[in-house]
């Protein structure tokens, strides 16, 4: 006998599941895996060449798309999606830059297009706002406004860039009982799905430790950590099953830990923002540990932005993205080269199987989560990565700084939600 998960084995298991035709168990806003889905939520469909045949939301939406060219534009594409999607409306757009504004027009046909979004949300009864810009300075003035006009948003990432600002807009739209997705499309993955139900069966053992990077490159350090650092964090907190309660950091400026005069503003409406090698370490509720980890200029090919699961029985490993690949290595040592056991691809299919699903862009990642928000508000429940997911994403995020201001490990969540780097001394 063996204590491997072989290919069958966990085909069965998805069978026995009922996964093998969804591949799209739901996650609670804290990541955890939904025992099950809301009683009001049809079944999905068997898969597609193009991924997951969708539960079909049941109503139709008008919806609303902010853009800013030239300040985070309509991010990675966030706007295109909802000209695919039947059952929306598209009644306008805005953008302040007339050019900007011109070509959304064309690329969108909406009714109408305003120069001010206020105007927009002012005047149009709007069901759900896409808030597309990559600058995250704009993104809690933009939350804001949705909030009054009460739509639903469909948001790029980061969240904002304080928690000042997550707190406030957390409150605004739970008062109205309104729904935020942000567009880190990697939850959403087929592929992820099917990773955490490895997991949960065993496929490496017990969790025990999870390893993150950023991309490393011009933007290493605390830039990375903002920008691809946010998605190495939501997948922490997918394998982790939730928060971690303890964070300490060293964050450096050419190797030197860094001063108030280190502070500068931050590209893409970053904020406040000091570092060129970032190294943080998390302790999680059940006893995982994790780690992020990136250093200025010291990119690979290919890349290390991804995160390792290390687990009692063996090793899984997932880039971030929509439809990214996966590797497992079922070897408790972690060893390959003592052991001799090979890594194996994982994909929606499972261990070692070919990817039936052939859109893996990010538009297909945006309209899986488009789709999950509006049966979300449909279903009173949480989107797969919902509010509550951003604001923790952001949480991990700033612990660092303040964990390397007060020179200690801290306690999360926060006590203090000033941002750390406006307070260091």
Known sequence: MTNRLTRRGFQCSLVATGLLASLSPTRSAMGTLAEE????????????????????????????IIGA??????????????????????????????????????????????????????????DLVAICPRWIDQHFEMLSAAAQANCHVYMEKPFCPSLVECDKIRKDFEAKNLKLAIAH??????????????????????????????????????EDLWVLGSHIFALMRSFAQGDPIRCSARIEVQGQAIRKEHVVDGNEGLGPLA??????????PNGISGSFGSRKSMAANPSRFALQVFGSKGVLEIESGYLAPAYILQDGSWSPGRSGKKWEKVTSAGIGLDEPIQDGTYQAGHLAAIADLMLAIENQREPKCSLGDALGITEMILATFESQRVGHEIALPLESRVHPLTLLG
Not at 43 to 56: A, L, M, Q, R, V
Not at 208 to 213: D, S, T, V
Not at 276 to 284: E, K, L, N, R
């Open 275 to 284: 570092g060129d090698h970032v190294q943080a370490h998390y302790t999680f």
């Open 37 to 64: 889905p809301s009683p009001n939520e049809p079944t999905p469909n068997e898969p597609t060449p193009n991924g997951p045949s969708p539960i079909k939301p049941a109503r139709q939406y008008r919806v609303g």
């Open 185 to 222: 499309t990697g939850q959403y993955s087929p592929v992820l799905a099917t990773v955490l139900e490895l997991v949960r069966h065993g496929a490496i053992g017990e969790v025990l430790e999870l390893r993150g990077r950023g991309k490393e490159d011009h933007r290493g350090g605390a």
């Open 69 to 126: 060219t030239g300040r985070g534009d309509y991010g990675h594409a966030v706007d295109v999606p909802f000209t695919r999607l039947p059952n929306v409306e598209l009644v306008a757009c805005a953008d302040a830059n007339p050019q900007g504004l011109a070509k959304a027009v064309e690329r969108l046909r909406p009714q109408k297009s305003y120069a001010d979004y206020h105007e927009m949300l002012s005047r149009e009864s709007l």
